[in-house]
């Protein structure tokens, strides 16, 4: 599996979360894998927000639809859907620590057993400080995770324990990688979905975290 294989299954499993919802919904996707669930979504009841001041997030823009001032949290150009609305970067946080968003989708480095997630370094590394995820999962109703299974160095990211400065203590409530979705309920981590092809030893040979397995384990839809 290519990387980018490997991000859009990862979108593509995520943009189904959204996919029945009856009522009009809001949520906040991050920097990284995150943008690319906007353009996986079918659902007209979702409303998608970035944080940089842009209600009503579309697919990414590409040719005579490119706009300079229309894009995401990762700077990408973007397109509008109906109804598209923008606001100044208080307003914007206004609406997160306001709780108004019913879900973020973030990117991570780690997350661990006690849904503890850190997505970021110290400032003066070769990433940004935390910016804005410390509001988004404080703020939001829930919290997703997009994120690759290993690092570039294959070691586990889904650990017992973050090594990284944590953005949020217990605030994950669903888990998705290239080969699994995991969910926590009642301070427990559970292995929901496993992708095609891939073993229940394999899963376990390449995650440092203790988890359950779900009696209803299902494989991750194409």
Known sequence: MTTEEAKNRIAMRIAREFESEEYIMFINTGVGIPTLVPQFIKSQNVCVQAENGM???????????????????SRQPVCEIK??????????????????????????????QQGNVA??????????????????VAGSKRVIIAMGHMSKDNKPRIKKECSLPVTGYGKVDMLVTEYAVFV??????ILKEIAPG??????????EADYIISPDLKIIEA
């Not at 209600?55 to 949290?73: H, K, T």
């Not at 306001?98 to 661990?112: F, K, Q, Y």
């Not at 997505?119 to 990433?127: A, L, V």
């Open 184 to 189: 926590f309920e009642d301070g427990k981590m």
């Open 119 to 136: 997505n970021w370094i110290i400032p003066n590394g070769k990433q940004l400080g935390v910016g804005g995820a410390m509001d988004l």
């Open 83 to 112: 109804g598209c609305s923008y606001f100044d970067s208080a307003a914007s946080f206004g609406m997160i620590r306001g709780r108004h968003m019913d879900a973020t989708v973030l990117g991570a480095l780690e997350v661990d």
């Open 55 to 73: 209600l009503g997030v579309g697919p990414p823009a590409d040719g005579d639809q490119v706009d300079p001032r229309l894009i995401n949290a």
């Open 198 to 207: 891939v073993s229940l030893s394999f899963i376990r040979s390449i995650t």
